[in-house]
Nanobody
Framework: VQLQASGGGLVQAGGSLRLTCVAS????????MAWFRQAPGREREAVAT????????YYSDSVKGRFTISRDNAKGTVDLQMNSLKPEDTAVYFC??????????????????WGQGTQVTVSS
């Protein structure tokens, strides 16, 4: 199983980036997919998930209304469109696959396949 994340970079505050995660070695439609991020000195946190059961999407309060997660099971990809970026969005972003239940949807321990991460830096 391999999850390959890309699309990170340096952007000014207010700008946009689109991250893409390409999955191989697994059937994407059988997994809930998520994007997590980790800033220096901070714990890894979930920012967006899309369920495998019904494709419902969920967002952390810090990104709601600015980020959009989407999946294409046929292509084996999961995207994270990030708009109105803020300096506090600076982090390494990871895509992950798992089968969490509702109460663990935002828990990193519920995901068992991880990508290598892509750096997002937002300048003020």
């Amino acid at each position: 199983v391999q999850l390959q994340a890309s699309g990170g970079g340096l952007v000014q505050a207010g700008g946009s980036l689109r991250l893409t995660c390409v999955a191989s070695g697994l059937t994407l439609r059988d997994y809930t997919m998520a994007w997590f991020r980790q800033a220096p000195g901070r714990e890894r946190e979930a920012v967006a998930t899309v369920r495998w059961t019904n494709s419902n999407t969920y967002y952390s309060d810090s990104v709601k209304g600015r980020f959009t997660i989407s999946r294409d099971n046929a292509k084996g990809t999961v995207d994270l469109q990030m708009n109105s970026l803020k300096p506090e969005d600076t982090a390494v972003y990871f895509c992950a696959a798992g089968r969490p239940i509702s109460s663990t949807l935002f828990s990193s321990r519920a995901y068992y396949h991880w990508g290598q991460g892509t750096q997002v830096t937002v300048s003020s």
